[in-house]
Structures are given as C-alpha cells and as structure tokens.
C-alpha cells in the first residue's frame, strides 16, 4: 500500500528544487542511445588528441553531412537562402558552422561555442639535446596542469613541421600499436626524500618536463652527441628533416592511452583531454544533424581557451564576428555594419564548457549547495570567474529563464553550479568574449573528475543528455 504523503511533504516537492539523477530519470531506450552515442565519441577522443586533428575531422564531417565552404560561397558569389548548411575550417585550427534559418539573420542567431585545445606539453624550438649518453626533448607546458602526473606515463607527439623547401608534414608517433611511445622519467622513492619534503608544484619543474626519446649512440668515435646524431638521423630518414625543421613545427606531446570505459557499470569514460571535447564533440553532431531551423544555428569551435583565448584562432579574435557578418552580407543585398551589429545583440550563445565535478574524495574545495554532480545531467553556470567574479561572463536572469523554459519543457535534465569555494580559486570560458560582442551568453557544459588531468572523467548519461540539450538550443 502506498504511503500517503503529507501536506509537508507534497508542499515540499512542489517548492524545493532538487537536481535529478539522471539515469533514474531516463528511459531503457535513452540508456541504450547513450551508450551508442558514447562509443562513437571515444573513437572521436582517440583520432583527435589535438585541436589540428579535430579541425580536420570536423572538416570532413562537415562535407560529408552537405556543409558547403564558406569560401566558395564568398568565391561565386552565392546568396545563402534558409536550409543552407556552411563550414569554414580557419588557420587548421578552429572551425565555424552555421544552418541558415527561416527567419533573416538579422533577426539574431543561436550560438555553441567550444574550445578544441587541451592542457598538454608543446615542445620547445630548440628541443633535442643529449645528457648521459640518453637523448632527450625539451618542453614548454601548455595551459593549467599539475606537472606531476606527466611523469612516468606513456606519451605520443602529434603535430606539423614545415621543412626548409615549405613542405608540411603531419607527425603522430605513439598512437598505433606498433609504435614507440615516449616517457619524461621521475625519480625512484629510494632516492626522493628531498623531492618529496616539497610542495607538490616544486616536485616536478618546468623545466624538467624533458621527454626521453632514445639511448643508441651513433657509430663513429670522431663525433660528439652520438645519441642526439643518431635519433637526428633516424628522423632524417624517415621524414627528410635536419634539426632546423624543429624551428618551424608545432609539435605536442599528450598521453598515448586510449579513451576508456570506466567503472564495472561501463557508466562513465576516462580520457585524455575532454575538457573541452566533451561538449565539442556533442555540439558538433548536434549541429552536423540540422536539417531545418527557424533562426540561423552557428557552432564555433576554437583554439586557444587554455592560454586566454588570445591569438587569430582564439575566442578574442574576429573570427566569430567576421564568421557572422560574411553570414549577414551574403543574405542580405543590402548589407551594413548596422546588420552585423543588430544580429549580434539579438543573438543568444551556449558557451559549451565543463565544470568540475564533486568529488568525494576532495569535496572540501566545493560548495555543495552551489556545486555540479556527475549524472545529474547538464551544467548551467551563471557565471565564471575567479573570487570575486573576476573575469566573469555573468548572464542575464531573462536568458536564464529562457533556458529554463526551453529544457523544462522538452524533458533535459538540468543543474547549476560554480566552480569551487568563493575564495578557492575559478576558472573563466570563452564565455566572456562573445558576451562583449553583446550577445546573451551562459556557460552551459557537463561536470568533469580530474579536470586538467592526463585522464578526465565523465558521465555516459551527461554527455547524451548534453547532445540533445544542444540540438534543442540549435532548433529553439
């Protein structure tokens, strides 16, 4: 017999707000979906470790799904009528889609916009040197991470390097089975009482982040460096390079382990660099799926949110702004700043970014009452920043509410939060920068464990729900 609830009871339901959980709220159907979807997203995890990597897959995704080049467009002159799906892959390190609405873009446009960087270590222009008889490459860390869990860890290089005759060529060595990958040692606890008596940032230096790449010397007694000549030359075979070509690459080194189910209930993904492919990848399919919209959908996918955004493939630069007003021209015969301009102010954006998670095991640092649950579906902050709201994009209570309105209504599982204690810390998105443009912004992502990590966790079910939130956005 059911138990009948008190008036208490039933006044609590109806005035408390409670984040769900959302496998308990998800149907057998939507379960299955998840799973479904997440598999093809660790297969997107282990093919795009690098923003290049994603920019040229989300590239050919694009032609495949009918996305026609913005170039070509602007080339022949072609005016964009509603339905038309555009692409433009910009310096091979940030892309730009849009679907074209119904309505004039004039009229305003929905925005997602994710980072495809990743914390991870770049090398340095003058990177091989031997010591010990052991060759060895210098690095130089990108972004926030904690250095010490970069040591003692299998690890890859990807990138590019433009020869001395301007040929360029693609590099990925420690992701096929049959190749070597490479490691930065750290020192055995036998010998690391110093090491260990300081500060967890002090154990491992900047400076000593130095990838071991081989300890075979060269054979010819007359010459200095064999290891360092003998690698040189192993290169040189292989790729035709000398050792000026590393002057003119763009070579980054992340883990060379695969994205991974996690827990016995497979209910989770571990993985290097999610933040932010987590919401990048579900944005892009979500945009890739849009047949048609009522406004004109964009999805802008940039470089660079790791450093500050800064730089011409970075959120600071014109990109978004250009991306739209080539948008609003090529609609409109009668195109003036003034329409760029009212697109903008009319215009609503998802920063899609993540948040971190509770985590039990360090759930000190986190208010609970105003922080994000992995499995409790997507993550709505209102504002970012650092303390005292520094560097914030803090969105409007009206675009709240419409966000609200929009997922309520179509069944998206939904909390907010912030990041961390007031005075821990923060953290800002690329939220910031479209907000100035004058464009309605909220950072709207999934909760992440070992944020910044060489292997970050999610939640199957977030990330679906994730995909759908964005779809949903696309066609409001």
């Not at 979906?33 to 989300?58: I, P, V």
């Not at 679907?99 to 446009?109: L, N, S």
């Not at 000190?364 to 409790?376: H, I, R």
């Not at 309105?405 to 690329?430: A, C, H, P, Y």
């Amino acid at each position: 017999m059911e138990e009948t609830k008190t008036e208490g009871q039933k006044l609590q339901e109806k005035l408390f707000f409670k984040a769900a959980n959302v496998w308990e709220k998800s149907t057998e159907d939507d379960k299955k979906n998840a799973f479904e979807f997440c598999e093809e997203y660790k297969k997107f995890l282990d093919s795009s470790k690098t923003e290049r990597e994603f920019a040229a897959e989300a590239g050919k995704l694009s032609r495949q799904h009918g996305f026609v080049s913005l170039d070509d467009i602007m080339k022949n002159k072609k005016k964009l009528i509603p339905g038309m799906k555009i692409y433009s892959v910009h310096r091979k390190k940030s892309v730009l889609l849009a679907v074209i609405g119904q309505k004039p873009v004039e009229y305003g446009v929905n925005i997602v916009g994710a980072h495809i960087d990743s914390p991870r270590l770049d090398l340095k222009q003058n990177p091989v040197y031997e010591d010990t008889e052991m060759a060895l490459l210098k690095t130089h860390y990108y972004g926030g991470i904690k250095k010490y869990q970069w040591v003692a860890i299998p690890l890859s290089i990807h990138g590019v390097i433009v020869k001395g005759n301007g040929e360029l060529l693609n590099i990925v060595v420690g992701e096929d089975e049959i190749d070597p990958v490479l490691t930065i040692t750290d020192l055995l606890p036998h010998l690391a009482q110093e090491q260990m008596q300081k500060k967890m940032s002090e154990g491992i230096t900047g400076e000593g982040l130095n990838i071991l790449i081989g300890s075979i010397p060269y054979s010819d007694e007359k010459v200095k460096d064999k290891v360092k000549l003998n690698i040189l030359n192993l290169l040189n075979q292989k790729y035709g390079i000398i050792e000026e070509d590393f002057q003119s690459a763009e070579l980054e080194i992340v883990p060379a382990f695969k994205a991974k189910d996690v827990g016995f209930d497979r209910s989770m993904i571990g993985a290097y660099g999610q933040d932010d492919r987590v919401c990048a990848y579900p944005s892009l399919i979500a945009a890739l799926s849009l047949e048609k919209v009522d406004r004109t959908s964009v999805l802008i996918l940039t470089d660079k949110e790791e450093i500050g955004s800064m730089g011409n493939t970075g959120a600071e630069s014109n990109m978004l702004e250009d991306f739209i007003a080539y948008l609003c021209s090529c609609s409109n015969d009668n195109y003036t700043d003034i329409s760029l301009r009212t697109c903008l102010n009319k215009s609503r954006m998802l920063s899609a970014d993540v948040n971190a998670g509770v985590d039990p095991n360090y759930d000190s640092v986190s208010d609970k009452k105003n922080a994000t649950y992995m499995g409790k579906g997507i993550m709505i902050q209102k504002y970012t920043g650092s303390r005292g709201k520094a560097g914030a994009s803090d969105a409007n209570a009206e675009f709240i509410g419409e966000l609200r309105l929009l997922f309520n209504s179509r069944g998206i599982i939904w909390q907010t939060g912030e990041l961390g204690k007031v005075d821990m810390g923060g953290g800002g998105t690329i939220a910031q920068y479209v907000a100035n443009l004058g464009v309605d912004v909220i950072d709207c992502g999934v909760p992440v464990l070992s944020m910044h990590s060489p292997f970050e966790v999610t939640n199957k079910m977030d990330i679906y729900t994730l995909y759908k939130a964005y779809k949903i956005f696309f066609e409001s």
